[in-house]
């Protein structure tokens, strides 16, 4: 290889993004968290670096924080009942889900579009799966919180960043994938009104969804079932961390919402009527 | 390090899942794509491997195939003229939308969110950024097509499998992530019914979007504006290759769509109704 492409090949390795899995122990109510973290990275045969993003499973700091009800606890309303009939979901369940959630949107069997938090997900965020048996598990209370507490508990190993990981549905796609339910120490979007594409012509409106790109790829690797990798370390992002600014958030007002101009005004009806 | 600790750091460092940008020079309409993504490999310093997923942005995929229009050849129709009024955009770039759409579900000043090929998305995948000055691009003709053909014109370099990735807006969410076009020699996506949590219980309705994950990796990379950073190969996934299935699609149909129940149903009034 010569000295040009050696370099390059410097040059490109550097830029590599690379998803680390960590696995460690189970995570009980009361668990430290960071500490489980540190030390997972640590059997891992891992460190953390500056620039390091650590993707952590939702359910993990759900379950650490305690956020999670025994079912058998929960004495559903005439509501959940109603629900539960009409879509096919045990009741108690549906309790919890309408304990949670801002507003019901629609459902289909076994599943409920709610909003909470200002997000779109499914039942609220409340699961069953990956949950001791018997149990559900609620998100976070504070996400943002949550993810802060991480980043700043870990702070003492390197300059990191924290996404706090979800799964979510997205519309017409089968299959989930992930979500940055929150983030500590790096902007969550990347504001590229203003910036210029390989031609030189300025983007007028984009916006790129980094954490939530980020969020996918951890995503990937923990998977929805049995695979044991509840945290991933995001190497190589090359986001300068801390980015966070308080008014910054990935989510979306309604009436800036594209799905939500179709939900709506029940746009389909008109835009049928548009393409007669 | 003793040797257990190696053992399982070596483990770890199999799994690691590596995104390795590919650069490449400015694609024209008749380029050879294959070629000029084989040629970028060498020129970055890399070779493929068995096992590797090379996503390409489906941007470049249109403009190799020629699916790029020059504005200044359109005539607006009168819809068009009507749209364009209604929702501020360019009525020759409302044209070409209204043309390759299948359907026209809603929308927000200078987008529209429409169905296309089972997919919903803005502007029906016609984009003006990061194409030559005075174009917009469509989508490939048929994206599953273009990836297996990638796929079998590199086959001769490793067992590899084809990501084509465009750019999509979620609900409520401000930022693009990736979507996974099309695919070729992987499952777009994973079936867990059947498999089981970590306490063991069994997962009901779980699928794993796999391709629109790893799409979102990659388009972290890509970006949206100036990256140059077209392709990438995406090395750990390990998914055996080929995997994919002729009956195999990452579409839902409106009817099994938790948004598309809401959409429909205009369920926002009905939940008030019950949440009241």
């Known amino acids: 290889m010569d000295t040009a492409r050696r370099e390059k090949a410097g040059k490109q390795?550097?830029?590599?993004?690379?998803?680390?899995?960590?696995?460690?122990?189970?995570?009980?109510?009361?668990t430290d968290l960071s500490e489980a973290i540190r030390l997972g990275i640590k059997?891992?045969?891992?460190?953390?670096?500056?620039?390091?993003?650590?993707?952590?499973?939702?359910?993990?700091?759900?379950?650490?924080?305690?956020?999670?009800?025994?079912?058998g606890d929960v004495t559903p309303s005439r509501r959940a009942y109603e629900m539960g009939a009409l879509y096919k979901m045990e009741p108690r369940?549906?309790?919890?889900?309408?304990?949670?959630?801002?507003?019901?949107?629609?459902?289909?069997p076994e599943v409920l579009l709610t909003l909470k938090n200002g997000i779109l997900t499914a039942n609220a965020g409340v699961d069953v799966s990956n949950t001791p048996p018997g149990f559900a598990s609620l998100w976070p209370v504070n996400p943002d919180g949550s993810a802060d507490e991480i980043r700043e508990k870990l702070s003492d190993e390197a300059d990191i960043a924290v996404i706090i990981v979800d799964s979510r549905v997205t519309p017409l796609r089968l299959g989930t994938?992930?979500?940055?339910?929150?983030?500590?120490?790096?902007?969550?979007?990347?504001?590229?009104?203003?910036?210029?594409?390989?031609?030189?012509?300025?983007?007028?409106?984009t916006w790129h969804g980094v954490a939530d790109d980020l969020a996918s790829a951890a995503h990937y690797l923990m998977g929805e079932a049995d695979e044991g990798i509840p945290a991933v370390i995001v190497r190589g992002a090359n986001m300068r961390i801390p980015l966070k600014l308080n008014d910054e958030s990935p989510k979306l007002s309604p009436d800036k919402c594209l799905y939500m101009s179709a939900i709506r005004n029940n746009a389909m009806d008109t835009a049928a009527g548009l393409n007669g």
Chains 1, 2 share one sequence.
Not at 93 to 108: C, F, N
Not at 182 to 205: F, H, V
């Open 177 to 205: 994938i992930g979500l940055a339910l929150a983030t500590s120490g790096i902007s969550p979007t990347l504001d590229l009104r203003g910036s210029t594409d390989i031609y030189g012509k300025p983007l007028r409106y």
């Open 13 to 30: 390795a550097a830029r590599i993004l690379r998803l680390i899995p960590v696995c460690m122990g189970l995570i009980k109510p009361g």
């Open 93 to 108: 369940l549906v309790e919890i889900v309408l304990r949670e959630a801002d507003q019901v949107l629609g459902g289909l």
């Open 43 to 71: 059997n891992n045969g891992l460190s953390l670096r500056d620039g390091d993003i650590i993707a952590v499973a939702s359910k993990l700091v759900s379950t650490a924080e305690g956020r999670i009800v025994r079912l």
